[in-house]
């Protein structure tokens, strides 16, 4: 498919374990972010890359949360010593710029 | 202040009636706004994008009021499908989109 794919679909894992969560952007597009959504609430900006700049990394709540992005296609959101309260969904989202995004499904994260 | 704010409802709207709802924004600037639609447990969705004054799209419209900083959205003739939370986006100075919170509403047979 040409959408944004997301893997895994659903993670759980214990509290104090690391996560790697996986987001594969629409080819061509520049730019890529990442969300966090908990359950009812808004959308949570976490991190924003765009072509070859500094990604704007305003929007992490911890020094626990990080990301990359590789070849300006995959990214990857790395949660280390996960907590109760990083349970939510994490959305990844592309953009072909200051555009419309195009979100992916999402990975449900559960930390037990 | 947040720099898009919308009203989280829930809007609770009898099937075949029209419902419209506002979204404001901090960035004078901004050219183009972004509605989108999430239904519960999913990731949101295009519904319409509006880059001059206005965008319709069936029985939704969208209409800019640069004076006023606001975009609303209208549905006309509501269907139960069209229960769901509408967000709003907007580009901030570096093109990074910026989400409101989102405005349920909840359309009743």
């Known amino acids: 498919g040409a959408g944004v794919s997301q893997s895994p679909s659903n993670k759980v894992t214990e509290k104090g374990k690391d996560v790697e969560l996986r987001c594969d952007p629409i080819s061509g597009h520049t730019a890529l972010y990442w969300y966090r959504q908990s359950l009812g609430q808004g959308l949570e900006f976490l991190i924003y890359?765009?072509?070859?700049?500094?990604?704007?990394k305003s929007g992490l709540p911890s020094d626990r949360f990080s990301a990359e992005r590789t070849g300006g296609s995959v990214s990857t959101l790395t949660i280390q010593r996960t907590q109760q309260e990083d349970s939510a969904v994490y959305l990844c989202?592309?953009?072909?710029?200051?555009?419309?995004?195009?979100f992916g499904p999402g990975t449900r994260l559960t930390v037990l | 202040r947040k720099e898009v704010e919308q009203d989280p409802g829930p809007f609770n709207v009898p099937e075949g009636a029209t419902v419209a709802f506002n979204c404001t924004y901090s960035?004078?600037?901004?050219?183009?706004f972004f509605w989108y639609r999430q239904d519960c447990r999913k990731e949101p969705k295009l519904l319409m994008s509006?880059?001059?004054s206005g965008n319709e799209d069936g029985r939704f419209t969208a209409q800019l009021n640069r004076a006023s900083q606001y975009i609303s959205l209208l549905i006309r003739d509501s269907k139960l499908s069209d229960s769901a939370t509408y967000l709003c986006?907007?580009?901030?100075?570096?093109?990074?989109?910026?989400f409101g919170a989102g405005t349920q509403v909840v359309v009743t047979p």
């Open positions: 989202a592309s953009s072909p710029g200051a555009n419309e995004q195009f």
């Open positions: 509006v880059y001059s």
């Open positions: 960035n004078s600037a901004s050219q183009s």
């Open positions: 890359f765009q072509g070859n700049s500094a990604p704007d």
């Open positions: 986006g907007e580009p901030d100075s570096w093109g990074k989109l910026q």
